[in-house]
C-alpha cells in the first residue's frame, strides 16, 4: 500500500462537474410533481455541489438557493454562471430565517448530514406543508463494488462509509417529517470508457489514491470497463433512482 499526497473531493470539483450527468428528466419531473408547487417558488437545495441538478430545477422556474459545506464546489457552480443563489453551509447551522423556503431537496447528499441536528436544521427553514426530497443514484448492477475491489487492491480504503446503514425514509420518519414516502426509477448511464474513468476520479474514494498510483489503477480500471462495452462501445451503468420524501408538519 502506498500514501502519498492525495486529491481531495473539493479539488475535483472541475472533474466532477464535468463528468457527472444530470438528471433524466423522468426523475425531474417526479422531483416537480412532488413539489406541488408553481414557478418561483423557493427552493433549497442542499448539498448542490457544482449545481447540476440545481440548474435542472432553475429551468422549471424555481428560484433556487443551492448550498454545499465544500468552498472548491461553491467556486465552481459560481464560475459557471448559472440562475440561483450559491453560498458555502453548515447545514446543521443554516443561516436562513424560519419558514424561509417552500421545499428543499438533496441529490445525492443526503447521507453526509443526516444526523439529527441537520434534519431539524432544514425543517426549521421550510414553511409548514413544504416538501424535503431526497433523491439518490443507487447502482443496480456491479459498478461500485467493482470500482472499490480494483481500487481497494492497492490502496486501504477506510472501512468507515456514510452511507453504512443509510435508510433517508426511516431518518425523515423518525426526525419529525410527515406522509413520508418513496419511489425508484429505473435508468441506464451510457458513458464512453474515457468517461467512466472520469467518473470513477470524481469519487470520494479517488480521494485516497496517492498520485504515484493514478496510472496503474486507471489502466486496471479501463481493462474492466473496455471489456465490457456494448455495441456502440459504450459502458452501460444500470441505476435505480430513489426518491424519497416528507413534509414539515
Given at each position: 500500500m502506498a500514501s502519498?499526497?492525495?486529491?481531495?473531493f473539493?479539488?475535483?470539483?472541475?472533474?466532477?462537474n464535468a463528468i457527472r450527468q444530470s438528471y433524466a428528466d423522468e426523475v425531474i419531473d417526479r422531483v416537480t410533481d412532488i413539489f406541488g408547487l408553481t414557478q418561483s417558488h423557493s427552493?433549497?437545495?442542499i448539498g448542490c455541489g457544482t449545481g447540476i441538478a440545481t440548474r435542472q430545477l432553475a429551468a422549471r422556474g424555481f428560484h433556487l438557493v443551492?448550498?454545499?459545506?465544500?468552498?472548491?464546489?461553491?467556486?465552481?457552480v459560481r464560475s459557471v454562471g448559472q440562475a440561483g443563489t450559491y453560498q458555502v453551509a453548515d447545514v446543521s447551522h443554516l443561516d436562513f430565517a424560519d419558514a424561509e423556503f417552500d421545499g428543499a431537496t438533496a441529490f445525492g447528499a443526503f447521507h453526509w448530514f443526516s444526523d439529527e441536528a441537520s434534519v431539524r436544521s432544514i425543517q426549521r427553514v421550510l414553511r409548514r406543508g413544504a416538501a424535503f426530497i431526497v433523491v439518490n443514484k443507487n447502482d443496480?448492477?456491479?459498478?461500485?463494488?467493482s470500482i472499490v475491489e480494483i481500487v481497494g487492491r492497492h490502496v486501504a480504503l477506510g472501512s468507515a462509509h456514510?452511507?453504512?446503514n443509510y435508510q433517508p425514509a426511516k431518518t425523515l420518519d423518525v426526525f419529525g417529517f410527515n406522509a413520508v414516502e418513496e419511489t425508484i426509477i429505473p435508468m441506464v448511464e451510457h458513458l464512453s470508457p474515457t468517461q467512466t474513468i472520469a467518473h470513477v476520479r470524481s469519487m470520494r474514494l479517488w480521494e485516497e489514491v496517492p498520485p504515484s498510483l493514478h496510472d496503474m489503477i486507471e489502466a486496471e480500471l479501463r481493462s474492466y470497463v473496455t471489456d465490457?462495452?456494448?455495441a456502440?462501445?459504450?459502458?452501460?451503468r444500470p441505476l435505480k433512482i430513489k426518491i424519497v420524501w416528507g413534509r414539515k408538519q
Open positions: 502519498g499526497t492525495n486529491m481531495s473539493g479539488e475535483s470539483a472541475a472533474i466532477y427552493i433549497l437545495d443551492g448550498t454545499d459545506m465544500d468552498a472548491d464546489m461553491i467556486e465552481k443496480a448492477g456491479d459498478f461500485r463494488d456514510p452511507k453504512l465490457r462495452l456494448d456502440l462501445e459504450t459502458f452501460q
